[in-house]
C-alpha cells in the first residue's frame, strides 16, 4: 500500500533557553519590512527590486490590481525569496524552506546578508520616501521536549510555571530603546512548537501512524521604527541601522526579552 508523509505543526507555546549548547541560536528567516509614504515614483519602482537583489526573473508573481499588491518569489544563497509590497508597505523576506533547519548561524552573517539587501536595492530606497522601516529576526531551533523549553521558559523569562502541567504559552513583550539617534520598538514573541509527522494511505484520509515528533523553540525578533517616528529614513539612515538591529536580535534571543539593555 503506497504510503505518503505529511508534517502538521501544532504551536504550542514556551521557551528555550538560547544560550543552552542544544539550541544553535540561528536564524530561520529575516525579514525587512519599508513602509512607504503616498509617492509618485513608488508603484513603478517596486517592480524593479527582485532583479536588484538576483539579477533574475522572479519564480512565481502574483499581481492583484485591486489592491495594488505584488508578490514575487524565488531563490538567493539557497534561501527562499519572498518580495511582497502593496499601496503603503514593501517586504523582502528570507527564510530555509525547511523549518526544522536554521541557516544564519552568527550576528556576522546576518549583518552580511543585511547589507547586501540594503546595499542591493539603494536605488529603490533613493527614489521613494521610507517613513518606516524594520527587520523581523524569526529564530528557530530544535529542542528535546516540551518540558524542556517550559524549564528554560521559567529561567530565562523569571515566570512561574508547572513545567508539567502548562500548555499554550506564548508572551510578547516590548522594550523600546534609542538606537542610532531613533527611537525603536523591540518586540520580541517566545514560544514552544511541535512538528509532528503522521503516515497515511494516499487512497485513505485515515492516519495510519504517528511516526513522531519534534519539539522546537520559536522567537520573533521585530525591531521597528516607532510609528510616531515619521521623519524620512534615507538610505544611509537604514543602513547604519542593520548591525545594531542584528546586534540587539541575537541579544535578546541570548538574553531574554531586555537582553539588549542588559548588555
Known amino acids: 500500500m503506497e504510503r505518503a508523509h505529511i508534517a502538521l505543526e501544532r504551536r504550542k507555546t514556551s521557551v528555550a533557553k538560547f544560550g543552552d549548547s542544544m539550541i544553535k541560536n540561528a536564524l530561520r528567516s529575516i525579514r525587512f519590512s519599508f513602509f512607504i509614504a503616498p509617492d509618485s515614483f513608488y508603484i513603478s519602482e517596486r517592480r524593479s527590486v527582485f532583479q ?34 502593496d499601496s503603503g508597505r514593501f517586504d523582502i523576506n528570507l527564510e530555509h524552506e525547511n523549518p526544522i533547519i536554521a541557516q544564519i ?18 536605488g529603490f530606497i533613493d527614489n521613494v520616501t521610507v ?27 523569571g515566570v512561574n510555571l508547572d513545567i508539567n502541567t502548562a500548555s499554550d504559552f506564548m508572551m510578547r513583550v516590548n522594550y523600546p530603546h534609542i538606537i542610532n539617534g531613533f527611537k525603536s ?33 520559536n522567537l520573533e525578533v521585530d525591531i521597528n521604527t516607532i510609528p510616531q ?35
Open 229 to 263: 517616528d515619521i521623519s524620512v529614513k534615507t538610505f544611509d539612515h537604514i543602513f547604519s541601522l542593520i548591525e545594531q538591529y542584528c546586534q540587539i536580535a541575537f541579544s535578546v534571543s541570548e538574553r531574554g526579552p531586555n537582553g539588549h539593555i542588559k548588555a
Open 131 to 157: 517613513i518606516r522601516y524594520a527587520i523581523v529576526f524569526g529564530f528557530y531551533d530544535e529542542i528535546t521536549s516540551k518540558q524542556e523549553g517550559y524549564q528554560a521558559l521559567t529561567e530565562l523569562l
Open 105 to 122: 548561524s552568527s550576528i556576522d552573517q546576518a549583518v552580511q546578508i543585511g547589507n547586501r539587501i540594503i546595499s542591493s536595492i539603494k
Open 52 to 85: 536588484m537583489l538576483t539579477s533574475e526573473q522572479p519564480d512565481e508573481r502574483t499581481e492583484n490590481p485591486k489592491t495594488q499588491s505584488i508578490i514575487e518569489q524565488g531563490t538567493l544563497e539557497g534561501l527562499t525569496l519572498t518580495v511582497s509590497s
Open 185 to 217: 520598538n523591540v518586540v520580541s514573541t517566545w514560544s514552544i512548537g511541535a512538528l509532528t509527522t503522521l503516515s497515511f494511505a494516499s487512497n485513505n484520509p485515515e492516519i495510519l501512524s504517528q511516526n513522531s515528533t519534534k519539539y522546537f523553540r
